[in-house]
Nanobody, 115 residues
Framework: VHFVESGGGLVQPGGSLRLSCAAS????????TSWYRQAPGKEREWVAG????????NSADSVKGRFTISRDNAKNTLYLQMNILHPEDTAVYYC?????????WGQGTQVTVSS
């Protein structure tokens, strides 16, 4: 099981970014997947999740209405569309899934929101 995140970068407050997570090594469409983030000095926190088929999503209150999780099972790819970014959204963003008895993580992509 392998995840590779991309799409992070530096953006001004109020701006947008779209993160991608390429998955491999398992049947992607059979598993729910999530985005987490970890800001400097803070614990990793859940951001948003989506079921295997893509029909059910949920997100943390702190990002609800601004971030949208989606997936393309034909491309084995998870996305996070982030709009109206705030400085407090600055963090390393990770994609993850529980496959069998183990939770797998990508290496993360840095998102910095600053003017």
């Amino acid at each position: 099981v392998h995840f590779v995140e991309s799409g992070g970068g530096l953006v001004q407050p109020g701006g947008s970014l779209r993160l991608s997570c390429a998955a491999s090594g398992f049947t992607f469409s059979s598993y729910g997947t999530s985005w987490y983030r970890q800001a400097p000095g803070k614990e990793r926190e859940w951001v948003a999740g989506i079921n295997g088929g893509g029909g059910r999503t949920n997100s943390a209150d702190s990002v609800k209405g601004r971030f949208t999780i989606s997936r393309d099972n034909a491309k084995n790819t998870l996305y996070l569309q982030m709009n109206i970014l705030h400085p407090e959204d600055t963090a390393v963003y990770y994609c993850t899934a529980q496959v069998g008895s183990r939770r797998y993580w990508g290496q993360g992509t840095q998102v910095t929101v600053s003017s």
